[in-house]
């Protein structure tokens, strides 16, 4: 089942109805399969934060229709089936690293026993182990954005929607992140919703990427990158960054993105010179 | 980083010794420096006496201190007495202090829980403080006296403690309003969305978020109430005759000035003590909670 499936979905902000109101989004038909890691890329004002947090059910669609895992947004979020990051990473500043990733199973009742685990395997998981003690703000942003993935992934979710979790950090870190969130990926077989303002993030880390323009928000392109998967990425590392089929889709993106603001109709799916997913 | 209340303590000692021994040296100095008569102005005094009636050296008072309370045989010292009163005022502070607390921790819930209560309650928070201490006192006094609940026989002192829990219960219903209110207004902080997105209800977050992140607020409004309910309480004492604190020390003290100008001095002295006490206790309570003082304070 897919993860995510938009049919002509619509946000307008302000007067009901739409008159006068300001489109954030219009007509984005998206599907994401379970499993697909797929990045959002545009420029600011194109809507693509605020489709993640359609997904999320932090907001409702004024028109179209939008399911998560078959459910609507609203059952999905009840039923905890996304863990969600942002670009701050939103740590309680009160609770340790290891109280701060078990924040979601204690709300939703596990005992101290099952808590203490998950987040031991989590803290493992994001390499924080000799941290689990130490409060949030004597950790880097780049660490205190790690802690904030492993708290996404505290309930098994099988879904993870990240809204710029990098945006914030030093280049040198943000690479090793998206190595880390490669690895994670390959690990938990979770689908990956990933909003993004950086070229290179969107095509190292995805398997699609979905091109939006402002004015009002769309999808003007979707962007099949096949760079194999994502354990395969993660091993290449340096190297798949100067790769020349890298480059390649890095440009096939920017022209999109360029193509998209400058009104020109896009280049079809699956332009970046991968195999047809008509098939899908 | 901020760690305001570990290091204030050791820093703050010798620079409250330095006060009050400037406040001493102002007093002597003012004596020794003005006329008895004070400065008079025309009709008007401007500054007051200096005489040692109206200002009394404070080796005088100190040494009055010492003194028996009365003539009697078998009076106590002064100094004893005040201290027994002293502790009579921070027991009533006390309990005025903590239902004070408790019914304005109550209020800012209801507040933060319901945007009607909000509207409703709050001018009526706000115009509860300008209704004089003096003139409710009396009231309570004689409300309370009629009271008969169950078994419990209602005594002047508790009174007393609900004319202190009144003052009391004004900064914390405020302040715990503001700090339980606090992730609501910053708007960079995702903690809201957050907990939105974990599908909890709305108490779940009130006691994992909006509690924890009360608490930058609710230190300095604990404080205030603490400062509040001893005024509280030494006025009640004053206006309803209350015997046993410091308030009616201080006006039969006040009453025989003339002949004996040092001994008033020792339970306004005292009062002072019962609110560093009072303070000093919530100062406790707020290392107690450091690690939930970081959020607010840090930015």
Redesign the interface.
């Known amino acids: 089942m897919s993860a995510v499936v938009a049919t002509g979905v619509g946000r307008v902000f302000g007067p009901a109805g739409g008159a006068g109101g300001t489109v954030a989004l219009s007509d984005v038909d998206l599907t994401v399969a379970a499993g697909e890691l797929v990045s959002l890329i545009g420029p600011s004002g194109c809507g693509k934060s605020t489709l993640l947090r359609l997904v999320a059910d932090l907001d409702t669609p004024t028109s179209g229709s939008l399911t998560v895992f078959g459910k609507t947004p609203a059952r999905a979020r009840a039923d905890q089936d996304y863990g969600i990051a942002f670009q701050q990473a939103g740590l309680l500043p009160w609770r340790s690293v290891q109280a701060n990733v078990e924040l979601p199973l204690q709300l939703h009742g596990a005992s101290r026993a099952e808590r203490a685990a998950r987040a031991a395997e989590l803290l493992a998981l994001v390499g924080l182990t000799d941290f689990a003690g130490h409060r949030p703000d004597q950790l880097s942003g780049g660490m205190q954005q790690r802690v904030a993935i492993a708290r996404a992934l505290a309930r098994w979710p099988r879904l993870l929607l990240m809204d710029e979790p990098f945006g914030a950090l030093d280049e040198m870190t943000r690479e090793r992140l998206q190595d880390e969130l490669l690895k994670i990926r390959a690990e938990t077989g979770a689908a990956v919703v990933f909003v993004t303002h950086s070229i290179p993030e969107a095509v190292y880390l995805s398997d699609r990427v979905v091109v939006m323009t402002p004015r009002p928000g769309r999808v003007v392109a979707d962007l099949e990158i096949a760079l194999g998967s994502p354990a395969e990425r993660a091993a290449r590392g340096i190297a798949l960054r100067e790769d020349p089929a890298f480059f390649e889709r890095v440009s096939t993106v920017r022209e999109a993105l360029h193509a998209g603001e400058a009104g020109l109709p896009a280049r079809d799916r699956g332009a970046a010179g991968a195999p047809d997913r008509a098939g899908r | ?1 901020s760690r305001p209340t570990s290091r204030a303590l050791p820093r703050g000692v010798p620079a409250g010794l330095a006060g009050v021994l400037a406040l001493a040296a102002a007093w002597e100095a003012y004596k020794a420096l003005l006329p008895d008569d004070g400065w008079v102005l025309g009709d008007t005094r401007i500054l007051p006496r200096t005489t040692d009636v109206a200002m009394p050296h404070l080796w005088d008072m100190v040494a009055r201190a010492a003194e028996p309370l009365t003539s009697a045989a078998d009076a106590e010292p002064l100094w004893l007495a005040t201290l027994r009163g002293a502790g009579s005022t921070l027991g009533v502070a006390a309990v005025g202090w903590l239902t004070g607390v408790t019914v304005g921790l109550l209020v800012a819930v209801l507040m933060a829980r319901f945007l009607p209560a909000r509207a409703g309650l709050l001018p009526w928070v706000v115009l509860s403080q300008t209704v004089p201490l003096i003139a409710i006192a009396p009231l309570v006094k004689r409300w309370g006296s009629r009271l008969e609940i169950g078994a419990l026989d209602w005594q002047d002192w508790m009174s007393v403690a609900v004319i202190a829990s009144y003052l009391a219960f004004f900064p914390v219903a405020v302040g715990a309003l503001r700090g339980f209110t606090s992730p609501d207004h910053a708007s ?4 809201l ?8 209800g709305w108490w ?1 977050t009130f006691w ?2 909006r509690v ?1 992140a009360s ?1 930058p607020f609710l230190l300095p409004a604990l404080r205030l109430a603490a400062a509040n309910a001893v005024v509280g309480t030494v006025v009640a004492e004053v206006s309803t005759g209350l015997r046993g604190g410091l308030g009616r020390m201080i006006v039969e003290f006040g009453a025989s000035a003339s002949a004996d100008p040092a001994k008033q001095w020792s339970p306004i002295a005292g009062a002072a003590l019962v609110g560093l006490a009072a303070t000093g206790v919530v100062a406790l309570l707020g290392a107690g909670l450091r ?2 003082q ?2 607010e304070e ?1 930015r």
Do not use: I, N
């Not at chain 2, 960079?188 to 903690?191: A, E, L, Q, Y």
């Not at chain 2, 969305?193 to 909890?200: I, Q």
């Open positions: 980083m960079t902080d995702v903690h969305e957050l907990f939105r997105a974990y599908g909890v779940a994992r978020l924890p608490v690690r939930y970081t959020g840090a």
